[in-house]
Antibody, heavy 126, light 110 residues
Framework: QVHLAESGGGVVQPGGSLRLSCAASGFHFSDYGMSWVRQAPGTGLDWVAFIRSDGSTTHYADSAKGRFTISRDNSKNSLYLQMNSLRVEDTAVYYC???????????????????WGQGTLVSVSS | QSVMTQPPSVSAAPGQKVTISCSGSGSNIGTNYVAWFQQLPGAAPKLLIYDNNKRPSGIPDRFSGSKSGTSATLGITGLQTGDEADYYCGTWDGSLTSYVFGTGTTVTVL
């Protein structure tokens, strides 16, 4: 079955950088769009970024534009989130999430995610 | 801040029914399918309802979804203690070019 495992979280100072990874298994990773979603402590879900199956299209939340970069390596079944210029308000658990439909079959952006990882905690603090 | 609004909390006794509303706009709920996610304490979100009213395999029919105009509703019947969780609606917003979640609702079983 589908398994998504995030890693790379940790403690970083404001202005620092961190690279998150999401290892995927149990499905044909290169067929599916993937997203990052975060959740700050005690708050709700906050979508961060999306990447199409072949990496040709990306979308970012306004809070991530210019600072975060989503990428993928289909040969390694892996999704990444490069986070630069980190702020205290970026402190959150970061989840990777999978589109339900292969990108080449989808009519447009997905309206839901059918599988989620367990998350990795990023703490931005001085 | 979220562009889709949910009540902060709802509660009912075991066996009763609760409904959770999700109010959006024409650029999100009004033009796209709605999903609902359940997040149990300390766990990752889990897909509960997709395409407004469809249940993934393994989700009991006590959970139901509906959509009308720019609002959606999640219903839970036969409430159980195991249903205590946070629930979020979600969909794509064409104007923002981003996925949007509702503000979230905590369900408490009295």
């Amino acid at each position: 079955q589908v398994h998504l495992a995030e890693s790379g979280g940790g403690v970083v100072q404001p202005g620092g950088s961190l690279r998150l990874s999401c290892a995927a298994s149990g499905f044909h990773f290169s067929d599916y769009g993937m997203s990052w979603v975060r959740q700050a402590p005690g708050t709700g879900l906050d979508w961060v970024a999306f990447i199409r199956s072949d990496g040709s299209t990306t979308h970012y939340a306004d809070s991530a534009k210019g600072r975060f970069t989503i990428s993928r390596d289909n040969s390694k079944n892996s999704l990444y989130l490069q986070m630069n210029s980190l702020r205290v308000e970026d402190t959150a658990v970061y989840y990777c999430a999978k589109d339900p439909t292969p990108s080449h079959e989808a009519r447009g952006p997905s309206s839901y995610y059918d599988s989620w990882g367990q998350g990795t905690l990023v703490s931005v603090s001085s | 801040q979220s562009v889709m609004t949910q009540p902060p909390s709802v509660s009912a006794a075991p066996g009763q029914k609760v409904t959770i509303s999700c109010s959006g706009s024409g650029s999100n709920i009004g033009t796209n399918y709605v999903a609902w996610f359940q997040q149990l304490p300390g766990a990752a979100p889990k897909l509960l309802i997709y395409d407004n009213n469809k249940r993934p395999s393994g989700i009991p029919d006590r959970f139901s979804g509906s959509k009308s105009g720019t609002s959606a509703t999640l219903g839970i019947t036969g409430l159980q203690t195991g249903d205590e969780a946070d629930y979020y609606c979600g969909t794509w917003d064409g104007s923002l070019t981003s996925y949007v979640f509702g503000t979230g609702t905590t369900v408490t079983v009295l």
